[in-house]
């Protein structure tokens, strides 16, 4: 059974750091690629990042480029997001998913709330 | 960016037939997927490329359309269908539409 756990979520001060892990299981995790997607509380869905399954390659949405970082540990099977410089506008669910064209698996989501 | 569209709600009764819309602002091939999304839980995966029915989903669900043009269709709806929506392109960097929010009567 493919299993998605995001940690790290919490309160944090206006232009502060965190960082969000999401452990992956059930599935080989090096072979596929991993994104994460937010939703703003009462709001849509909004792509955020994707990296590729060596992670060689990541993309950003605009907003959030030389702000946030994905990376993925394959050896630990591991999906990480560092946010830094946070904003009130990134105030959001933060969804780890699996990519297979479309996002097949989703993560339970986590919480990350930017105030001061 | 590419724009999806949808309308941001409907109301059926238990039974009947709801078609839900997205329009994109530019062609995406067959590159659209469907979600569901009911209150508090995660989205979960529907259709795939357009028209491809995601394993375990009931065959109630179907999807259809091509170019800029794409309907999730639910026939019969059920009491448990009450959530929203989404459709999502991945002919670039992934975008969502707006939600449609499903009510039953």
């Known amino acids: 059974e493919v299993q998605l756990v995001e940690s790290g979520g919490g309160l944090v001060q206006p232009g502060r750091s965190l960082k969000l892990s999401c452990a992956a299981s059930g599935f080989t995790f090096s072979n596929y690629y991993m994104a994460w997607v937010r939703q703003a509380p009462t709001k849509g869905l909004e792509w955020v990042a994707s990296i590729t399954n060596s992670g060689g390659s990541t993309y950003y949405r605009d907003s959030v480029k030389g702000r946030f970082t994905i990376s993925r540990d394959n050896a630990k099977s591991t999906l990480y997001l560092q946010m830094d410089s946070l904003r009130s506008e990134d105030t959001a669910t933060y969804y780890c998913?699996?990519?297979?064209?479309?996002?097949?698996?989703w993560g339970q989501g986590v919480m990350v709330t930017v105030s001061s | 960016d590419t724009v999806l569209t949808q309308s941001p709600a409907l109301a059926v009764s238990p039974g009947e037939r709801v078609t839900i819309s997205c329009r994109a602002s530019?062609?995406?091939?067959?590159?659209m997927h469907w979600y569901q999304q009911k209150p508090g839980q995660q989205p979960t995966l529907l259709i795939y490329?357009?028209?491809n029915l995601e394993s375990g989903v009931p065959a109630r669900f179907s999807g259809s359309g091509s170019g800029t043009d794409f309907t999730l269709t639910i026939d019969p709806v059920e009491a448990d269908d009450t959530a929203t929506y989404y459709c999502?392109?991945?002919?670039?960097?992934?975008?969502f539409g707006g939600g449609t929010k499903l009510e039953l009567k």
């Open positions: 530019e062609s995406v091939s067959t590159l």
């Open positions: 490329l357009a028209s």
């Open positions: 999502q392109q991945s002919w670039n960097d992934p975008t």
């Open positions: 998913t699996r990519v297979e064209s479309p996002f097949d698996y």
